[in-house]
């Protein structure tokens, strides 16, 4: 990448983030780097082992999912209603999710990831983020527009994912 | 029951099975390393190994969904499905000895199946390649095998001997193992060969062939088909005995005329009716024949005036108008036959001027036994006569008024006749002629 191609990705970033209008050193409460965001989100292979990492500073987070949102991702919002704290089943238009306690380990959960429709994007992440928190996880091949990934329910990824007050993006 | 220890080898490793689990239905079946939890890479083909349709251990097995824990990681191929097979099977029946991360022979371990090969839906084991390969990377713990006196079961597809033949021809410790038989080699054809080998025939069994299916199926249907017909059949036999034994019962009951009509009747009604009457005709036929081959009948002339005793000489197919004839009837065969015998004259009485009320039936009735004569007088007439004789081996009554009627109203024989057929009588009508003769002289 060229410096004129980072300038220009650097001001389309700041325009999704409507942040330019505002932009002024004096009001950030904490350094963001919108060239890393931009280029995470552009090379989310290079960065996979970091991102975990990166999403824990909020501002970072903020401006990741704003730009996943906007640029294209297969999203779920909150649930407008849940009859427990922990969700362990979720479906919208675009994907369902199942969540299958494993039969030999009580610690261990199978996250079953369903695409409904045909989808371009190449889906690499689940991202999910809730109450200023968010977690992501790697996806494996999809095989017949569905993907099975092994979850513990003591990280925090369980908590985020079951937690009905999250949103989920996947790209 | 003795327990099994299932060793898959791969070009790289001596792989163990640390763990089975059925999981939830709704979860793929997964192969992961040592309780870990990342998935490896072979477990879509794992998956699709395991679930039916494409899978054979759902199958066998009866559950979809299973957690498989390997000591060692497999990235790819699938020579994996012979042991992996052996060992889910091992585990429903509770015969599998599970290796552990670190050792793959146990204290429990009595016996190691170490198979390598993939297997189709139908079982049969395929063949697989680097053979060479797996067995040398296994080198090492088949000798450790050995050394600790554990029985070796090498499982191979049959396609693979040649290959296996090649590695032993150069390894004197597998010839050894052999010879002392504590490695034991089974090329196999399918998977069933290998627990009829272990002597676990109940564990897996054959299931029976479709043909055999097809032919009990086959077996059930010509029994349904015999069945349908012996239905048939009887359904049919009811139906025409229902139409037969009315009319046996009126012959045996002598009700004639009903019998008549009702022949009559089934001469003109549906099919079976009419095949009835027809076999009911054609039985009567052969009755009347046989009496009538049973009877012979001879005309004899006689005149006791010694001028014209030389006119009437028997055998002539003419006979003198002053012969007096004899009728002799003769019985030929073995039962006794009745006789009625009816002599009427061929001239209308009406048309002579002759009141036949008063007229005297001319009729003889009587009883032949075998090979017996019964001798007829008929009286010289002038006038052209007809004589009717009916027979039959049982004496019936109402013989002689039928012959009465037909005496005084002639229009009445044909009628007779028709009877008499129906009823199996046999009959014989014989016409005496008064006739002039001209012979030339000169």
Avoid at chain 1, 67 to 73: P, Q
Wanted: some cysteine; proline content about 2%; overall charge positive.
């Amino acid at each position: 990448m060229d410096n004129k191609d980072k300038i220009s990705d650097t001001f389309l970033a700041l325009n999704y983030l409507n942040l330019s209008k505002y932009y002024s050193k004096s009001k950030l409460k904490s350094k963001l780097n919108i060239n890393m965001v931009w280029d995470v989100y552009l090379n989310p292979l290079k960065y996979q082992n970091q991102i975990n990492e990166f999403l824990k500073k909020k501002v970072f987070s903020d401006a990741y999912f704003l730009i996943l949102k906007n640029e294209g991702c297969i999203y779920q919002a909150k649930l407008n209603a849940a009859s427990n704290d922990r969700v362990f089943s979720r479906s919208s238009n675009e994907f369902k999710i199942e969540i299958v306690k494993s039969n030999k380990n009580e610690d261990v959960y199978y996250l079953i990831l369903k695409i409904i429709n045909d989808i371009d994007l190449q889906l690499l992440n689940l991202y999910v983020i809730c109450d200023n928190e968010s977690d992501c996880i790697k996806l494996p091949i999809l095989n017949d527009k569905q993907a099975q990934i092994l979850i513990k329910k003591s990280d925090n990824f369980f908590n985020l994912i079951t937690n009905p007050n999250a949103e989920i993006f996947i790209r | 029951m003795k327990k099994y220890t299932v060793i898959i080898p791969t070009t790289n490793n001596v792989v163990g099975i640390n763990d089975i689990v059925k999981e939830d239905p709704l979860v793929s079946s997964v192969i992961c390393e040592n309780n870990n939890l990342e998935a490896l890479p072979i477990s879509p083909f794992y998956n699709s190994f395991v679930k039916s349709p494409t899978g054979i251990i759902e199958k066998l097995i009866g559950h979809p969904s299973f957690r498989i824990d390997i000591t060692k990681p497999i990235h790819n191929g699938k020579s994996w499905q012979l042991a992996i097979a052996i060992a889910h099977i091992f585990f429903k029946n509770n015969i599998l000895n599970f290796s552990n991360e670190n050792q793959l022979l146990t204290k429990k371990t009595e016996e190691i199946i170490w198979a390598s090969g993939t297997i189709n839906s139908n079982l049969e084991i395929k063949k697989i390649n680097y053979l060479d390969q797996k067995i040398y990377n296994s080198m090492n713990f088949l000798k450790n095998c050995t050394k600790n006196k554990v029985q070796i079961n090498i499982v191979l597809s049959i396609k693979n001997k040649d290959d296996f033949n090649s590695v032993l021809s150069n390894n004197e410790f597998l010839k050894d193992a052999i010879k002392t038989k504590l490695i034991k080699v089974l090329f196999l054809n399918n998977l069933y060969d290998l627990f009829d080998h272990l002597n676990l025939k109940n564990i897996l069994k054959k299931p029976t062939k479709r043909l055999s299916f097809f032919h009990k199926s086959k077996k059930t249907l010509s029994l349904l088909s015999v069945i349908f017909v012996t239905i048939l059949f009887a359904l049919m036999f009811n139906h025409v005995w229902q139409k037969t034994s009315p009319l046996l019962n009126l012959n045996d009951n002598k009700n004639y005329s009903l019998l008549l009509t009702t022949l009559k009747t089934y001469r003109y009604g549906n099919l079976t009716e009419r095949v009835i009457a027809y076999f009911y005709d054609y039985i009567q036929t052969l009755q009347a024949n046989e009496i009538n081959k049973q009877i012979r009948i001879n005309f004899i002339p006689y005149n006791d005036l010694e001028t014209n005793k030389l006119k009437c000489i028997p055998g002539s197919q003419s006979i003198d108008h002053v012969c007096n004839l004899n009728l002799e009837v003769s019985n030929i065969g073995i039962d006794t036959v009745f006789l009625w015998a009816l002599k009427f004259s061929n001239l209308n009485l009406d048309d002579i001027g002759i009141q036949k009320t008063n007229k005297k039936s001319d009729i003889v009735n009587g009883m032949i036994k075998s090979n017996e004569t019964f001798l007829i007088d008929i009286k010289n007439s002038h006038e052209p006569i007809t004589v009717f004789i009916i027979y039959s081996k049982e004496f019936d009554i109402k013989i002689i008024d039928w012959l009465k009627r037909v005496d005084k109203e002639k229009s009445l024989l044909e009628t007779t006749i028709k009877r008499i057929k129906t009823l199996g009588y046999g009959y014989t009508i014989k016409s005496i002629k008064n006739v002039k003769l001209i012979e030339n002289k000169i």
